[in-house]
């Protein structure tokens, strides 16, 4: 199995009323570097596409890349690019990228083609997600040049960053640098075409966490409501746990909530709610393990959220008092 490590460059509307609302970015390079099983470079793609709605570059987009509007004209169409990429990417290979947009606009730009989509449920590496486990900052986002500083790999000066196959090729060294034990369990899945219905819902066993891709809802209560998704279950062993503390909403999008396994100990549960392109929505839920002390903290975070809560209704009343 060969690694696809792949990195797009994009262009947008300079306005919002130009936009295209089924592509606001349009994608203007295609760059990848493939490697093998061992993270040995094999080969390596690069081609500049001839953008069809945004011909003028947006000045942040224009300021840091090295190639301009006249060398985009002599690029070629997307669909022929991207049928020529996905040829070059072979049989057996997996995609990598430093985080998730890449892969969420190449759908995004496919789709606006007409092109067939990639394979459902799509696996792939986000190396900036493995980079920032490694270095225990599960919620950072770091950029590429900072890892690759960090992990003292050496910067080529033929190959500045902003080009697509150079962010591509330095992705791929700090993959190789890192060499991640368990790198079969790392993979996480793509969600631009999330599931429809409950028969296409994702469940993964992971090492160290359980995750569960639902099915689309019209909205947030039938997620909570969905018992077969927001059921508090142990990580490990997939058995029901002994709820400590029920679902509560942690931010207008997330809720959180902790049980107790009998086997393997306390588990902190998160549910990520995410929007579909048709203006559904789905969830993501994770399973993980956890301690007393995590245990205290969830409470704690409760309590805070529920004195706020407090305070704002408390200030609505007031206001609401006639003089
Ligand atoms: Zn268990």
Known sequence: MN??????????SMTREWEDARMPFEIIEIGAVKLDSKYNIIDEYQSLIKPRLYKKLQPHVKSILNYDEQEL??????????REFLKWCGQDYTFC???SMDLHYLQMNMEYYHMKPLVSPLKFYNIQQIYANLIDQEHLIVKLEKAVENLNISFDENRPYHSAV??????SLVFGK???KDVDDLYCFDTYN?????EDEIITFHKKYLEHISHEYSDKREILDDKDFSSIMCYKCGKKANKKIKWFSNTPTSYTCVGKCWYHGYVVGKIKVK????????AIKTMSPSDRKGLEKVKERQNELREKRLIKRHDKIKVKQPL
């Open 3 to 12: 690694y696809i490590v792949f990195d797009l460059e994009w262009n947008q």
């Open 166 to 171: 150079n962010d591509a090729y330095y992705t």
């Open 275 to 282: 929007q579909t392109k048709n203006g559904k929505l789905f």
């Open 97 to 99: 990228s430093w985080g």
């Open 73 to 82: 004209r002599n690029g070629r169409p997307f669909d022929m690019v991207c």
């Open 194 to 198: 999330n599931p429809k219905k409950k």
């Open 178 to 180: 890192m060499k991640p």
